[in-house]
C-alpha cells in the first residue's frame, strides 16, 4: 500500500522559514514526478511545484524565488524549503507523484497518489 506522509507543517511569522518533508512508502518513486500543492480555505486545491526524477523542477509563479522543491532518492522524499514566507502561504500543503508519466504537470488530477496533508499558518 502506498503512502505519502508530510511533515514539517506549522506556525510561523511572516517573513520565516519552514521546510517541509513528504515521505512515501510502499513503493519507489526514485523515477516519478512528485509535486507540492495546497488549499486555502474556501479556495481549489493549487499547484505550488513539481519535480522531475532527473531533477528538473517547475513552480508556481506565486512561489518562485522563495520556495525550492528538492528530492532524495535513496530516502524516497521530497521537500519543500519555504522561505519569505507571507501571510497568503497560508494552507494545507500536499504532497503528491505521478504513478506512471514522467512529464512534469501542474493539474492535480494528473498525480495518482496524496498524503494527508500538512497545515502552515503565516501570521502577520
Known amino acids: 500500500q502506498v503512502q505519502l506522509v508530510e511533515s514539517g507543517g506549522g506556525l510561523v511569522q511572516a517573513g520565516g522559514s519552514l521546510r517541509l518533508s513528504c515521505a512515501a512508502s510502499g513503493r519507489t518513486f526514485s523515477n516519478n514526478v512528485l509535486g507540492w500543492f495546497r488549499q486555502a480555505p474556501g479556495k481549489e486545491r493549487g499547484f505550488v511545484a513539481a519535480?522531475?526524477?532527473?531533477?528538473?523542477?517547475v513552480y508556481a509563479d506565486s512561489v518562485k524565488g522563495r520556495f525550492t522543491i528538492s528530492r532524495d532518492n535513496a530516502k524516497n522524499t521530497v521537500y519543500l524549503q519555504m522561505n519569505s514566507l507571507k501571510p497568503e502561504d497560508t494552507a494545507v500543503y500536499y504532497c503528491?507523484?505521478?504513478?506512471?508519466?514522467?512529464?512534469?504537470?501542474?493539474?492535480?488530477?494528473?498525480?495518482?497518489?496524496w498524503g494527508q496533508g500538512a497545515q502552515v499558518t503565516v501570521s502577520s
Open positions: 519535480v522531475s526524477w532527473n531533477g528538473a523542477t
Open positions: 503528491a507523484a505521478r504513478r506512471l508519466s514522467v512529464i512534469l504537470t501542474q493539474t492535480p488530477g494528473s498525480y495518482d497518489y
